[in-house]
């Protein structure tokens, strides 16, 4: 009988994101072979329990986000794959969130709602955060826009004050330009951010609409208004990992270190639920397409809905949405069918009814226009499975 392979996940369960990554390992473990789990209680990057110097495991599953951590594993002699964007130890398999698509995602849910005003609001703390901060930054420069910038103090930063820290983000907020979208670095921030608004008045979303990421369900429906989300892929990060290790401690030689994991999609709750658009007929626009994208629409049913010349709609539409109409049904489309593609099982034919095409071939053909690839080959180089993909794909 061949001994189960014993693997330690220094992982912390103190947030959403961390849990998902471990219910990724758990169903990949589920699938496949089983491992005898050690799961120490600690909270992010805290050392790593005294137990590990003298563990004899076959592998590693770890968040390197200190130096005292990186240290620790350059020591260890088993395979390891990190799961932190942190970088500390750059020459071992890494498996983290696309941060550049979350920035890319949060912009353009801002801006389909017309905000012209845009901010970041970031931890120093993280690498992460600089990442999404310079992504999200670069798409408003690219549409003609500034973005206003919050650096939060770490609290590991000499003199920190939590009281002085809020005194700060109050001071930025009051600042800001209104109607303004705050993108703020992930779920914690953000509500710390509501917490100030809260408290001065200032009016969400009307007045400041802010959108976290993580989708943690339990703090988004704490916060008052309840906040939207960016959805990270971490349970299809946990997967790819423990397949990762599991290849690594087969003999299996990984052939690149980065693994980054697409966004699932955006978790749209009263933080961002409005919309900034001056002119009364685009705006309404906007709303018809985006309840209708997928049932098969056209230019020429937008104009039914409001009065005004395909010239004139055109030309407005692209002024206050920054992309033609047409573009904007086009990208509803585009954005749900990638969504079917991550989340579900669906064949291509199946996706192309539910998303108001005529068939699977005219489907393929925008997508590959607006994602380079098509459709089936996008959903198996994004799927984390080692198992092949239940639906009949083809290119």
Known sequence: MRKQKSVALLIETSNAYARNLLGGILSYINVHESWSIDVPEQQRGAAPPDWLDNWKGDGLIVRIETERIARFVQKLNVPVVDVSAARFV????????????????????????????????????????????????????????ECHVFHAKSRTTPGFSLARERARLTRWLKSLPRPVAVFACYDIKAQQILDVCRQQDIRVPEDVAVLGVDDDELLCGLCTPPLSSVIPAAHKAGQEAARLLDSMMSGIEIDRLEHLMEPLGIATRQSTDVLAIADPDIADAVRFIRDSACEGIDVNDVLQRVALSRRVLETRF???????????????????????????????????????????EYMSVTFRRAMGL??????????????????????
């Not at 801002?110 to 703390?125: K, L, M, P, V």
């Not at 509803?332 to 069918?337: C, M, P, S, T």
């Not at 459709?375 to 639906?391: A, D, I, K, L």
């Open 374 to 395: 098509p459709p089936g080959r996008y959903r198996r180089e994004q799927s984390t499975s080692s198992t092949s993909n239940s639906s009949t794909d083809t290119d």
């Open 90 to 145: 750059p020459n071992i398999p890494f498996v983290e969130t696309d941060d550049k698509a979350i920035a890319k995602l949060a912009f353009e849910h801002f801006q389909e709602r017309g905000f012209e005003h845009f901010a970041f609001c970031g931890d120093s703390a993280f690498k992460w955060s600089a990442l999404r901060e310079a992504s999200f930054s670069q798409a408003a420069k690219h549409s003609g826009r």
């Open 318 to 360: 692209k002024q206050f949405v920054g992309r033609t109409p047409h573009q904007e049904i086009v990208r509803r489309r585009v954005e749900r069918i990638r969504r079917y593609l991550l989340e579900t099982d669906l064949t291509l034919g199946q996706i192309a009814q539910r998303t108001g095409f005529q068939n699977e």
